[in-house]
């Protein structure tokens, strides 16, 4: 069974950067879709980006219209770990991050936008952007 965990989440003033990761431990994660989602206080669950399976092929991202141009998802696959690189952070990006993979193998091109289509998920890591 797969085991997610984030790390790099903090406090950061407006305009600035942080890099969160999610290990992954139990099982390579190469071959499946995964995802961040963000969580503010008071607010739903909120899709980040998405990035597809990388096993021998080109992966595929998206992303939020609210983060498009600032975040950016990739993975280190000799790692086993799934990243998010911010910049430019806002207020409003402050909440708490969760990283998660995909319940089906999924094309190449399979980049799920719905929280329901992931079926593991880590304990999240809180990032607070001050203005």
């Known amino acids: 069974q797969v085991q997610l965990a984030e790390s790099g989440g903090g406090l950061v003033q407006a305009g600035g950067s942080l890099r969160l990761a999610c290990a992954a431990s139990?099982?390579?994660?190469?071959?499946?879709?995964m995802g961040w989602f963000r969580q503010a206080p008071g607010k739903e669950r909120e899709f980040v980006t998405a990035?597809?399976?990388?096993?021998?092929?080109?992966?595929?991202?998206q992303y939020a219209d609210s983060v498009k141009g600032r975040f950016t998802i990739f993975r280190d696959n000799g790692k086993n770990t799934l990243y998010l690189q911010m910049n430019s952070l806002e207020p409003e990006d402050t909440a708490v991050y969760y990283c998660?993979?995909?319940?089906?193998?999924?094309?190449?091109?399979?980049?799920?936008?719905?929280?329901?289509?992931?079926?593991?998920w880590g304990l999240g890591t809180q990032v607070t952007v001050s203005s």
């Open positions: 998660a993979l995909a319940r089906a193998y999924g094309s190449s091109s399979y980049t799920p936008r719905v929280s329901g289509e992931y079926d593991t």
């Open positions: 990035i597809s399976r990388s096993d021998g092929y080109t992966s595929f991202v």
């Open positions: 139990g099982r390579s994660i190469s071959n499946t879709a």
